[in-house]
Nanobody, 115 residues
Framework: QVQLVESGGGWVQAGGSLRLSCAAS????????MGWYRQGPTKQRELVAS???????NYADFVKGRFSISRDNAENTVYLQMNSLKPEDTTVYYC?????????WGRGTQVTVSS
């Protein structure tokens, strides 16, 4: 079974940067897409950024111009470069991966941005 493990979260001052990583392990499948979600103000998981096998990216409006998503060559690791962080970015970020039939989630990594 596929496992997704996030890392790179932590504490930064407003305006600082963090780089989140998500490594897939186990029975690796051919993912259609990978992405990052966050726990939003209503406690629902909200899309932050996603990237397809072909490299097409999608970003939530609140991170456009600040965050950048990328994958490694094997397409089993996804990164989220987070720049110009704001206190409102403080929350738990979750890695997601999907293929045609399955949807996988990491356990999450905490990001805290101080004012």
């Amino acid at each position: 079974q596929v496992q997704l493990v996030e890392s790179g979260g932590g504490w930064v001052q407003a305006g600082g940067s963090l780089r989140l990583s998500c490594a897939a392990s186990g029975s690796i499948t051919n993912f259609n897409a990978m992405g990052w979600y966050r726990q939003g103000p209503t406690k629902q998981r909200e899309l932050v950024a996603s990237i397809t096998n072909g490299g097409r990216t999608n970003y939530a409006d609140f991170v456009k111009g600040r965050f950048s998503i990328s994958r490694d060559n094997a397409e089993n690791t996804v990164y989220l470069q987070m720049n110009s962080l704001k206190p409102e970015d403080t929350t738990v970020y979750y890695c997601n991966a999907r293929d045609w039939l399955n949807n996988f989630w990491g356990r999450g990594t905490q990001v805290t941005v101080s004012s």
